[in-house]
Every structure is written in C-alpha cells, then in structure tokens.
C-alpha cells in the first residue's frame, strides 16, 4: 500500500517531507555503496534552516514521550547548526 499511504501523506501533512524518510549516500564507480535512512534532517535554503525528526509511534507508546523524544531529536539538531556556525568553543 505504498501508494495510498504517501496519498495519504501528502493530504494530512502540510510540509513536504523532501530528503526525509528517504535514503542518503553513495554509489562509487569501484562498486562501492554506503546508504542510509535520514531520519533527522536539518536543510539550509535560502539561509533558513528547517529541521525534522520524528519517534517511531507504536500500539503502547504515550503520546507525551514520543512528543519530548521528537522535540529532543530536534533540539540536537538545532544545537548542532549553532555550533557549526559559531565554531566549536573546546572550552565547554
């Protein structure tokens, strides 16, 4: 049901998701290949940083937790672009 579930993707999200979800690597002319999932993403555009992360939702999940474990996966990525545009400050 591929398909029908990225129609129904498309109908409830208001954001496209672009590279998220999707895979991310290389394929070199020797053969080689390394892929993987990106999950959490943080894409520049036009000097704006948009970040995505989601928790993986299951039959006994609560709501709250999954909510504190997206904002957190969030959160590092959002900390992450602030230290790579100030520079690291090995002084932490």
Known sequence: PKIRAMEIIDE??????GIYGGACGYLSYSGDMDL???????????????VQAAAGVVADSVPENEWQETENKARALLRAADLAQGGLDLAL
């Open 12 to 17: 409830l999200e208001p954001v496209k998701r």
């Open 36 to 50: 993987a999932i990106a999950i959490r993403t943080g894409i520049v555009k036009d000097d704006a940083l948009s």
